[in-house]
């Protein structure tokens, strides 16, 4: 490094050189960039993935880079120094290929920032042969739409599966036409103006994949510190809502002898003293209790915690939850979605309540007292019924701790209530849906706040703006390219950070460009009407997700229809409004 770290804050984060970090001389560089600081981005088990896929490849490097934060910015700025490649400290303008990881939409100007302070043109249309080639993958790529002036390459699917293909394919060419004329015969690659779509890229079979099992381990802590084993890859629930769900599949499985292999070797390699297993919900593996089962008893002598990310509360058995509790308690984190079965049935998420006071009670009969509930409010033909029915179903949580008898000494309960704002996404049965918008978002968030002050209860929600502009994107088509070009020029960075949002730039930004944000965000999409992300095919047919959405609402029951009645919550099937959604 040419400039004086010491006055930024976490400087470790900028310095390279850590465990397990790999530097290869004489070959073409692929840059890794992650959108967003560097404690998230190595918390990203996709980034770790691919970090290793690249630099198995003989005649290609990967090396990583992440958005700097508002110091290590100006810093650059002020000395004309290009952001750089940790591993090597390259300037991403001389790499030969950089990629992005769209993992969230409000990640979006942090990808301007890296590619403007990298030396990279922001626009593909201003890049020359002199420039490296743009890639993007991640499940922001279903809808590539409000990115698709910024991108030269956007690899849909499995990336282990398709960004070796890529990079082999666009090595051999010196002008940026011809590798892109390449990268667009690449299955899975959609290449803007040299092709005109790409379908998903699946690895099949997942146990024989590439899977790093030396990772590197950071300098500073991450916000998830620890080893992680990918399980599975997909669901199998189907829920209406899920973006993840749907383009993750078919499952596919690791066997339990790799899962052991590569859990002790990454143990081995890294020195944690904790293993994350990873997947949508990991209590689903078909042989889950072979694998905690074995896990335990291996990692309980040396004092290695089990974590699970948010599981089905079908799922766990009590033998799983005492495999999990075996070194420590960590508490345990549960997606109920909704707070009425009828909603839940709705949304497909078919977990009932006889499924949570099950898994509930073995939970605190076997000692755990912190539980964490994730609800979303806005969904399709949610009323006030089913909003009082999360207030309700942590009140019933409440009184089964206490009626629940446990040998082992424990704390009162805690339990945590997050609620997030359903956003419509891309490639799901609820895509053509409107959100809800900022006011009803207000309005449903005060109503929980009140009806959760409950003792032992704690509550939180998702900031309503953020929730509304993560929507305008997540369905939105290439005319928000300005938009976001506007916003970052006007100072956007780091929208998914509270301290650095702001709201009132974004709305300038789309009224510049003569858009409106929260109209963007409430929009709903007749049946015949055109998709933005139609050049993508994710794998599943329109048509089974227009049979999905006519299932969810034959579920549901329409309350009588009085006037006013937009903020009942049934837009997306009310027949009085002017644009229903309603599938034929």
Not at 366 to 389: H, S
């Amino acid at each position: 490094m040419t400039t004086n770290l010491l006055n930024l804050n976490a400087p470790a984060q900028y310095t390279g050189g850590e465990v397990n970090a790999i530097v290869k001389q004489g070959v073409p560089r692929f840059a890794l960039c992650f959108p967003d600081s560097y404690d998230v981005g190595m918390s990203h088990v996709g980034s770790k993935i691919l970090y290793h896929v690249v630099n198995i490849m003989p005649d290609w490097a990967c090396e990583r880079a992440f958005a700097p934060r508002a110091d290590r910015e100006a810093q650059l700025r002020e000395v004309g120094e290009k952001l750089a490649t940790l591993e090597s400290n390259t300037p991403l303008c001389d790499c030969q290929a950089i990629g992005f990881s769209l993992q969230y939409e409000l990640s979006y100007t942090n990808v301007l920032l890296m590619l403007e302070l990298g030396g990279i043109p922001q626009r593909r249309d201003e890049r020359t042969d002199a420039h490296p080639i743009v890639i993007a993958g991640g499940p922001c790529t279903t809808n590539p739409m409000p990115l698709v002036d910024f991108i030269d390459v956007f690899a849909i699917g499995d990336g282990e599966e398709i960004l070796p293909e890529l990079l082999a394919a666009m090595g051999p060419h010196t002008t940026r036409a011809d590798k892109l004329t390449a990268a667009a015969q690449v299955p899975g690659a959609y290449v803007p103006d040299y092709n005109k779509g790409a379908k998903r890229r699946i690895i099949e079979d997942l146990d024989a994949a590439p899977y790093p099992t030396a990772p590197v381990v950071p300098y500073v802590q991450a916000v998830h510190d620890r080893a992680v084993i990918e399980v599975f890859r997909g669901c199998s629930r189907g829920c209406r809502f899920c973006q993840a769900g749907m383009i993750y599949r078919p499952v596919r499985e690791r066997k339990v002898g790799t899962l052991l292999r590569q859990a002790k070797e990454q143990l081995a390699s890294t020195g944690y003293d904790e293993l994350g297993l990873c997947s949508l919900s990991t209590a689903d593996y078909s042989q889950v209790d072979a694998l905690l089962g074995t896990l335990s008893s291996e990692l309980t002598p040396t004092h290695t915690s089990l974590s699970l990310p948010s599981t089905r509360m079908d799922a766990l058995q009590k033998a799983q939850l005492d495999e999990l509790a075996a070194v420590r308690k960590s508490g345990l984190t549960f997606a109920p979605e909704a707070g009425t079965q009828r909603l839940r049935d709705v949304i497909n998420k078919n977990v009932t309540q006889e499924d949570i006071d099950r898994t509930l009670t073995h939970a605190f009969s076997a000692g755990w007292n912190r539980v964490k509930l994730y609800f979303m409010i806005g969904l399709p033909t949610e009323t006030q019924e089913d909003l009082q029915g999360i207030a309700d179903m942590a009140r019933g949580i409440r009184k089964l701790f206490n009626t629940t008898p446990c040998d082992i000494p424990r704390k009162g309960l805690a339990v945590s209530v997050s609620a997030s704002t359903f956003v419509p996404k891309a490639g799901t049965p609820f895509a053509r849906c409107p959100q809800i918008s900022r006011e009803q978002i207000q309005e449903k968030q005060e109503f929980l706040r009140r009806a959760l002050k409950i003792p032992g209860v704690t509550f939180s929600s998702h900031d309503s703006s953020t929730s509304v502009l993560e929507s305008a994107f997540a369905r939105g088509g290439q005319e928000l390219c300005n938009v976001l070009a506007r916003a970052y020029a006007s100072g956007c960075r780091f929208d998914g950070w509270r301290e650095t949002f702001r709201f009132d730039v974004w709305q300038h930004a789309f009224a510049g460009c003569g858009l409106d944000l929260d109209a963007c965000a409430t929009r709903s999409f007749a049946p015949d009407e055109p998709l933005p992300w139609a050049p993508i095919d994710i794998g599943v047919s329109q048509e089974f997700l227009d049979r999905e959405y006519a299932a969810a609402m034959a579920t549901q029951t329409t309350p009588d229809c009085r006037e006013g009645c937009r903020a009942c919550g049934l837009q997306a099937v009310c027949t009085k409004l002017p644009r229903p959604v309603a599938v034929n």
